[in-house]
Protein backbone atom coordinates (compact mmCIF):
# COMPACT_ATOMS: atom_id res chain seq x y z
CA UNK A 1 0.00 0.00 0.00
CA UNK A 2 0.70 3.78 -0.51
CA UNK A 3 0.21 6.34 1.49
CA UNK A 4 0.48 10.40 0.62
CA UNK A 5 0.05 13.30 2.58
CA UNK A 6 0.16 16.82 1.19
CA UNK A 7 1.08 20.07 3.13
CA UNK A 8 1.23 23.47 2.37
CA UNK A 9 -1.99 24.84 0.78
CA UNK A 10 -3.79 27.87 2.29
CA UNK A 11 -5.09 31.59 1.48
CA UNK A 12 -2.61 33.82 -0.47
CA UNK A 13 -3.01 36.86 -2.18
CA UNK A 14 -2.56 37.14 -6.26
CA UNK A 15 0.61 37.42 -7.16
CA UNK A 16 1.67 35.08 -4.18
CA UNK A 17 3.62 31.85 -4.10
CA UNK A 18 3.00 28.65 -1.94
CA UNK A 19 5.26 25.89 -2.08
CA UNK A 20 3.41 22.33 -1.46
CA UNK A 21 4.96 19.24 -0.37
CA UNK A 22 3.49 15.44 0.04
CA UNK A 23 5.30 12.76 1.69
CA UNK A 24 4.93 9.37 0.38
CA UNK A 25 4.62 6.28 2.22
CA UNK A 26 4.84 2.64 1.56
CA UNK A 27 5.90 0.51 -1.64
CA UNK A 28 7.01 3.78 -3.72
CA UNK A 29 8.96 2.50 -6.44
CA UNK A 30 9.98 5.57 -8.52
CA UNK A 31 9.35 9.12 -7.46
CA UNK A 32 9.04 9.44 -11.36
CA UNK A 33 5.61 8.42 -10.86
CA UNK A 34 4.42 11.19 -8.55
CA UNK A 35 2.30 14.14 -10.09
CA UNK A 36 0.20 17.05 -8.74
CA UNK A 37 -2.87 17.59 -10.09
CA UNK A 38 -5.70 19.87 -9.25
CA UNK A 39 -9.92 20.67 -8.68
CA UNK A 40 -11.40 23.68 -8.88
CA UNK A 41 -15.21 23.44 -7.85
CA UNK A 42 -17.99 22.07 -10.29
CA UNK A 43 -14.58 20.88 -12.19
CA UNK A 44 -12.76 17.92 -12.96
CA UNK A 45 -9.75 17.30 -11.76
CA UNK A 46 -6.69 17.90 -14.07
CA UNK A 47 -3.29 17.44 -14.24
CA UNK A 48 -1.02 19.97 -13.06
CA UNK A 49 2.68 19.10 -13.14
CA UNK A 50 4.03 15.81 -13.41
CA UNK A 51 7.47 13.56 -14.46
CA UNK A 52 7.67 11.76 -17.65
CA UNK A 53 9.27 8.19 -18.20
CA UNK A 54 12.64 10.28 -19.90
CA UNK A 55 12.40 12.19 -15.83
CA UNK A 56 11.88 15.55 -17.51
CA UNK A 57 8.83 17.38 -16.28
CA UNK A 58 5.59 18.51 -17.71
CA UNK A 59 2.96 21.06 -16.84
CA UNK A 60 -0.43 22.34 -17.77
CA UNK A 61 -0.39 25.22 -20.18
CA UNK A 62 -2.41 27.58 -17.79
CA UNK A 63 0.54 26.73 -15.25
CA UNK A 64 3.35 26.87 -17.30
CA UNK A 65 6.18 29.34 -16.44
CA UNK A 66 4.48 30.10 -12.83
CA UNK A 67 4.54 26.27 -10.83
CA UNK A 68 7.71 23.89 -10.56
CA UNK A 69 8.06 20.74 -9.77
CA UNK A 70 10.84 18.76 -7.71
CA UNK A 71 10.87 16.02 -5.69
CA UNK A 72 13.75 14.66 -2.98
CA UNK A 73 13.58 10.42 -3.62
CA UNK A 74 15.36 10.77 -0.47
CA UNK A 75 12.21 12.01 1.39
CA UNK A 76 9.91 10.29 -0.50
CA UNK A 77 8.80 13.97 -1.16
CA UNK A 78 7.64 15.91 -4.29
CA UNK A 79 7.31 19.80 -4.17
CA UNK A 80 5.07 21.95 -6.20
CA UNK A 81 6.53 25.35 -6.12
CA UNK A 82 3.49 28.01 -6.97
CA UNK A 83 4.90 31.33 -7.98
CA UNK A 84 2.78 34.28 -9.33
CA UNK A 85 -1.01 32.39 -8.43
CA UNK A 86 -3.45 33.91 -10.04
CA UNK A 87 -7.56 33.57 -8.45
CA UNK A 88 -7.91 30.88 -11.32
CA UNK A 89 -5.22 29.13 -9.16
CA UNK A 90 -7.87 28.45 -6.85
CA UNK A 91 -8.75 24.36 -5.99
CA UNK A 92 -7.70 21.54 -3.87
CA UNK A 93 -4.21 20.02 -4.89
CA UNK A 94 -3.79 16.12 -4.59
CA UNK A 95 -0.76 14.25 -4.71
CA UNK A 96 -0.96 11.38 -6.68
CA UNK A 97 1.64 8.07 -7.70
CA UNK A 98 0.81 5.77 -10.09
CA UNK A 99 2.40 2.20 -9.54
CA UNK A 100 2.45 -0.26 -12.20
CA UNK A 101 2.59 -4.05 -12.18
CA UNK A 102 1.27 -6.95 -13.40
CA UNK A 103 -1.93 -6.24 -13.27
CA UNK A 104 -1.79 -2.85 -14.37
CA UNK A 105 -1.69 0.58 -13.08
CA UNK A 106 -2.69 1.70 -9.61
CA UNK A 107 -3.76 5.30 -8.29
CA UNK A 108 -2.81 6.25 -4.75
CA UNK A 109 -3.91 9.51 -3.97
CA UNK A 110 -3.63 11.95 -0.96
CA UNK A 111 -6.55 13.55 0.85
CA UNK A 112 -5.29 17.03 -0.83
CA UNK A 113 -4.54 20.67 0.21
CA UNK A 114 -6.68 23.99 -0.05
CA UNK A 115 -5.28 26.61 -2.02
CA UNK A 116 -7.40 30.00 -2.28
CA UNK A 117 -5.82 32.97 -3.93
CA UNK A 118 -8.08 35.75 -2.92
CA UNK A 119 -7.21 39.47 -2.12
Known amino acids: QVQLVESGGGLVQPGGSLRLSCVGS????????MAWYRQAPGKQRELVAG???????NYADSVKGRFTISRDSAKNTVYLQMDSLKPEDTAVYYC?????????????WGQGTQVTVSS
Open 96 to 108: KYARYGLDGRTDY
Open 26 to 33: GRIISMIN
Open 51 to 57: FTTQDTT
